[in-house]
T-cell receptor, first 113, second 114 residues
Framework: EPEVTQTPSHQVTQMGQEVILRCVPISNHLYFYWYRQILGQKVEFLVSFYNNEISEKSEIFDDQFSVERPDGSNFTLKIRSTKLEDSAMYFC???????????FGAGTRLSVL | DQQVKQNSPSLSVQEGRISILNCDYTNSMFDYFLWYKKYPAEGPTFLISISSIKDKNEDGRFTVFLNKSAKHLSLHIVPSQPGDSAVYFCAASGYGGSQGNLIFGKGTKLSVKP
């Protein structure tokens, strides 16, 4: 069964460093998403991406964040200068169409020290 | 601003009995609702969904009911099995299908006891 894969499973970084979280969406899906879940809180939408551009972003997704689809398979989330409060589980998701079922990866746990 | 609320953080049920998980929403523009199940160290797994034009959707042991006037939906699991023990998230999207982002509730941890 096709699945969304995310790497790494756990990323530890120092405050102020740049991190790149990677995702391989399901191959025939056209819409890609990033969500995050801070420990003990709800899963929150960050950004959606379609046709090589951002289609929607939340207020969490500020100038420190960027997304890219560098090739035909990968979808990345970059945090330019990490802060302590960026520590969270980051989930990538993909769907065939906007508003259709989103399938999630296992997540990357980001720990900012 | 909690647009999607799951007011019960946990629920404990005996194996074989019915589990009922509840979810309330405030935004009348939501038109698509989903339930996800999440095990520790895994991502949310899609379980079942319902469009706002329906009031019930059934898939095996899982049934979702939607009451639009009350802005309430519920997930019924019958019969409950120990493998159903997980955190269940209610999620909503909408605005006529043009918005794909999901708004999640905080989740309800279901424990099914043998």
């Amino acid at each position: 069964e096709p699945e969304v894969t995310q790497t790494p499973s756990h990323q530890v970084t120092q405050m102020g460093q740049e991190v790149i979280l990677r995702c391989v969406p399901i191959s025939n899906h056209l819409y890609f998403y990033w969500y995050r879940q801070i420990l003990g809180q709800k899963v929150e939408f960050l950004v959606s991406f379609y046709n090589n551009e951002i289609s929607e972003k939340s207020e969490i997704f500020d100038d420190q964040f960027s997304v890219e689809r560098p090739d035909g398979s990968n979808f990345t989330l970059k945090i330019r200068s990490t802060k302590l409060e960026d520590s969270a589980m980051y989930f990538c998701a993909s769907s065939e169409q906007a508003g259709s079922i989103q399938y999630f990866g296992a997540g990357t746990r980001l720990s900012v020290l | 601003d909690q647009q999607v609320k799951q007011n019960s953080p946990s629920l404990s049920v005996q194996e074989g009995r019915i589990s009922i998980l509840n979810c309330d929403y405030t935004n009348s523009m939501f038109d698509y609702f989903l339930w996800y199940k999440k095990y520790p160290a895994e991502g949310p797994t899609f379980l079942i969904s319902i469009s706002s034009i329906k009031d019930k959707n059934e898939d095996g042991r899982f049934t979702v009911f939607l009451n639009k006037s009350a802005k309430h939906l519920s997930l019924h699991i019958v019969p409950s099995q120990p493998g159903d023990s997980a955190v269940y998230f209610c999620a909503a999207s909408g605005y006529g299908g043009s918005q794909g982002n999901l708004i999640f509730g905080k989740g309800t941890k279901l424990s099914v006891k043998p």
